[in-house]
């Protein structure tokens, strides 16, 4: 029987469309960073229906939740020659490293040269005690407040897998006054010998669409996909 060969227009195909959507990540990101200007007063205008919709929206959930969360989860396996000791200084300080004393070039340059980059539906940062951040949740532009320092509840530290080297978890507020909880994260990083292996963990109150937690997950695995790329090049490392 004759040994088939592969049709050399499908591998054409596929190419064309990797790079149409190459080309129309880098358009959204330059529109982008026009719009955030010096500030990012003027994304923040745009925005503002549909950020204030989503407080409402999560806010709702959460008061009809009676405390209950649940989670999903997925695991990325990375391939390469970053392993956590390279990553960890850098993903530990991320947000740290931003505070109200951070002179704004360097706000703006952290703004377009890593957050923008790491996902499409990164929008704004804000500074105050705790970083404040403007993404996709759910499927609506949505701004929270983070807080990486608070210890996490038993039914996050739970799932704590020690085989992992090191570990984040957080909470995201809706608001400053640290009220109104919109998810939690647990994210874990180990070393696997031709890589890194990462578990992201998110729980949003239980009465939130299903939707709320898959794309949330799906999120964190674009964002850290290429935030790793990202740092590798940092690193001058393929």
Known sequence: ?????PDPRGSVKVEAI???LN???VDILKLKNQLYGQDGQALDHLLQKETANASEILTTCFDNSNGIFRDGYAIIKMTGK???SMIRPLLTTMFHRIDTSTPPPTIREFIHGFFFPSHPEHYQLYLGNMTGVTETLG???TRTYLD????APDFVMQDRDLSYIFSNAGRAYLDHDNKT???????Q???TGDGIDINLRVWYPAACPDNYIHDHVEHLCIEYRNSLRLIAALLGIE
């Open 18 to 20: 990797t790079n149409q």
């Open 189 to 191: 990083f180990k070393d």
């Open 82 to 84: 970053l392993n956590t």
């Open 139 to 141: 499927g609506i532009p």
């Open 1 to 5: 029987m004759p040994t088939p060969v």
């Open 148 to 151: 990486l320092l608070s210890p």
């Open 23 to 25: 080309q129309a990540r």
């Open 181 to 187: 909880t919109a998810s939690w994260t647990l994210q």
